[in-house]
């Protein structure tokens, strides 16, 4: 008989967990902000060209609002597979919007992993995301569907808003 766990999610498990879930609610984690500085060679870039995907850095006076869900613990190998890039599983206290606490899984990526592209400047950040698609679309549409959910929750992100930004002024690529 399986268990269960919580997951969260920052980046795209936030709108899409591509796995069965029993349960979803918006939460945030303390202590983190997401940026755009991990490579993506296998879901929105290719090895050649890896994209410019999420992880948390440590941020003591913040919070990352995102997605918990519930979750079967016989799913943990297809989020492996999925967070494989870099990407290190650790558990972080979840606050739900009633103010309960869950202990939820959560991927962080790094500096130490070979796919860690860190910080940059906001253009090349943009121009970048603006050029990279991978098997799963590509890099600008991951970020302008996080930059719409955020929103529409009412969540800011100074981070994510500003490359948005960015990359709405670049010309679309064919």
Known sequence: MSE???VFGYGSLVWRPGLPVLEGHPAWIPGWSRRFWQGSPDHRGTPGRPGRVLTLIETPDQVCH??????????????????QAGYTRLVRPATLADGTVRQAVVYIAGPDNPS????????????HIQGSRGPSGTNRAYLLRLADTLAARGVRDDHVEALASAVRALPELP
Do not use: I, N, Y
């Open 116 to 127: 860690w592209l860190g910080p940059a400047d906001l253009a090349q950040m943009a121009a």
């Open 4 to 6: 269960t766990l919580w």
């Open 66 to 83: 995102g997605q918990v869900w519930r979750v079967s613990d016989d799913v943990l190998g297809d989020l492996d597979h999925r967070e």
